[in-house]
């Protein structure tokens, strides 16, 4: 084809169809891997309040 007019609208519309459908799977991966991370950190932000409660539980225990 040497310009867009020429090219048969079914093509342009599947063509479109793809974009459209990469656009929302890029989108639907990019919060997918957002959402990871975010619940990696909050993972390791627990782990280590819990790791750092459960030494002070000892350090008072010990005390005593």
Known sequence: YVS???????IVENERRIAEA????????AAATEKASYEMSAARIDAENITS????????MRAD
Do not use: C, L, N
Not at 53 to 60: F, G, S, W
């Open 22 to 29: 990469t656009a929302r799977a890029e989108s639907i991966q």
């Open 53 to 60: 409660i459960a030494e002070k539980d000892i350090e008072t």
């Open 4 to 10: 867009r007019d020429e090219v048969p609208a079914e």
